[in-house]
């Protein structure tokens, strides 16, 4: 039996690094592991528990086959290691904190993967973004219109699951894990 994919995205500052690190015990208990990014930032920023690479190594790694799955958004690459192949294929199931821009790539190549959404209402993502200070006034203007024009083209053909993330983080780790354990096991809930 393959695992089964779940590709979680949503806007910088709607709080993906704060749930997938919440959820990640309860994850393991739903044999779901959280597969961690390699990104061409500092391993010492703030944020994720990423793999840091200089733009060079990533394109090292990106040339030698490394990755299931490699973007750029930000200035910045991303890739997911192809370790998680090995994880699918063996019967583990997987959550990678992905990309909006990239969820096409991502469904082309997993088209059984589950699409999930955490969202975050514009004033309390306003809020978040200006608190971790990484961006000016209008940086963050445009990234929350950006965020507005993904609203907008979504498509209605692929289902994506929503996560709300506005208020209180236990309740998102609910609703995520509740998503997982429908998806893979259906006849237990």
Not at 90 to 117: F, I, K, T
Request: net charge negative; proline share 5%; glycine share 8%.
């Amino acid at each position: 039996m393959d695992g089964k994919l779940f590709y979680l995205m949503g806007p910088s500052g709607s709080g993906k690094d704060s749930l997938i690190e919440a959820s990640r015990e309860p994850l393991r208990a739903l044999n779901c592991e959280v597969m961690r990014r390699v990104i061409t930032r500092s391993a010492e920023s703030v944020g994720e528990d990423a793999i840091g690479v200089t733009p060079e190594e990533f394109a090292r790694q990106q040339q030698a086959g490394a990755f299931s799955l490699a973007w750029q958004a930000n200035d910045l690459s991303y890739g997911i290691p192809g370790e998680m192949d090995e994880w699918l294929q063996a019967g583990r199931h997987v959550l990678v904190n992905g990309s909006r821009a990239n969820l096409r790539q991502a469904m082309e190549r997993y088209p059984d993967l589950v699409p999930v959404l955490l969202t975050v209402n514009d004033e309390v993502l306003r809020q978040r973004l200006l608190g971790r200070g990484r961006e000016t006034p209008d940086q963050i203007d445009a990234r929350l219109a950006r965020n507005a024009l993904f609203k907008d083209r979504r498509s209605s053909d692929s289902p994506v699951h929503q996560i709300d993330n506005s208020g209180d983080l236990a309740a998102a780790v609910c609703a995520l894990l509740q998503l997982i354990q429908l998806s893979v096991e259906p006849d237990r809930i």
